[in-house]
């Protein structure tokens, strides 16, 4: 089971700009799919984005794309979500995850049942 800890959120302007990190515990990181989701509170978990194993693809939900970008670098386990012109509505404990199912393009990789290792979560709030 890869363990996962993600950091970098804290309380930021409405307009600013944020990186997570999510670091992996296993090198086997590099061969999973991994994702970005958040919760708000009182609202079900929502997909973010999702990068692939060789980061050649990714998906993003409507709601954040042209304004954040998912990243990783398997040589340090460690995957990243760049935020910029951050709303209010962004404010949500961010959690990264990683799937090891196999599915046939990187747009499945959209909902939580589809993932099976999760972070603990770091908490984003934008303030207006």
């Known amino acids: 089971q890869v363990l996962l800890v993600e950091s970098g959120g804290e309380l930021v302007q409405a307009g600013g700009s944020l990186r997570l990190s999510c670091a992996a515990s296993?090198?086997?990181?590099?061969?999973?799919?991994a994702g970005w989701f958040r919760q708000a509170p009182g609202k079900e978990r929502e997909f973010v984005a999702a990068?692939?194993?060789?980061?050649?693809?990714?998906n993003y939900a409507d709601s954040v794309k042209d304004r954040f970008t998912i990243s990783r670098d398997n040589a340090k386990n460690t995957m990243y979500l760049q935020m910029t012109s951050l709303k209010p509505e962004d404010t949500a404990v961010y959690y990264c995850?990683?799937?090891?199912?196999?599915?046939?393009?990187?747009?499945?990789?959209?909902?939580?049942?589809?993932?099976?290792?999760w972070g603990q979560g770091t908490q984003v709030t934008v303030s207006s």
């Open positions: 995850a990683v799937s090891t199912v196999m599915f046939r393009t990187i747009n499945y990789y959209n909902v939580p049942p589809r993932y099976n290792n």
């Open positions: 296993e090198r086997t990181f590099s061969t999973y799919v």
């Open positions: 990068i692939s194993r060789n980061s050649a693809s990714t």
